[in-house]
C-alpha cells in the first residue's frame, strides 16, 4: 500500500461513520450560538442526510420554530430516530 487507505478502512472514515461519535459531533457543533434561522437549516440539512423521507409537514414544523433549545434537541435526536414521532416528541415549539 501506498500509505493511501481505501475510504472504508481510513480511520477518520471509520470515526465520522461512528453514530455516538457523530451525535457527540453534532452536540458541540450547535452548542455554539446559532440562530434560530441557522439551527432550522441544520436540522432540515441533517434531515435530508438521514434515513427519514422529509415531508413538507416536517419541513413547515422546524421552519415554523424559533425556540433555539426545540432545535438543538431535534438536531441532537435527528439521526437516532426511526421517524416523526420521534423526532418532534415532548416537542415544545
Given at each position: 500500500?501506498?500509505g493511501?487507505?481505501?475510504?472504508s478502512?481510513?480511520p477518520?472514515v471509520?470515526?465520522?461513520g461512528?453514530p455516538?461519535?457523530m451525535?457527540?459531533?453534532?452536540?458541540?457543533?450547535?452548542?455554539?450560538n446559532w440562530?434560530?434561522?441557522?439551527l432550522?437549516?441544520?436540522?432540515?440539512a441533517?434531515?435530508e442526510?438521514?434515513?427519514l423521507?422529509v415531508?413538507?409537514?416536517?419541513?413547515a414544523?422546524?421552519?415554523s420554530?424559533?425556540d433555539?433549545?426545540?432545535?438543538?434537541?431535534?438536531?441532537?435526536?435527528?439521526?437516532?430516530?426511526?421517524?416523526?414521532?420521534?423526532l418532534?416528541?415532548d416537542?415544545?415549539?
Amino acid at each position: 500500500m501506498d500509505g493511501q487507505c481505501e475510504d472504508s478502512e481510513c480511520p477518520i472514515v471509520l470515526l465520522f461513520g461512528h453514530p455516538v461519535f457523530m451525535r457527540a459531533f453534532i452536540e458541540q457543533i450547535i452548542e455554539e450560538n446559532w440562530s434560530a434561522d441557522g439551527l432550522a437549516e441544520l436540522v432540515l440539512a441533517l434531515l435530508e442526510a438521514s434515513s427519514l423521507t422529509v415531508t413538507d409537514e416536517m419541513r413547515a414544523r422546524v421552519n415554523s420554530s424559533s425556540d433555539p433549545r426545540q432545535l438543538r434537541a431535534w438536531a441532537s435526536r435527528v439521526l437516532s430516530v426511526s421517524g416523526p414521532e420521534e423526532l418532534f416528541a415532548d416537542n415544545r415549539a
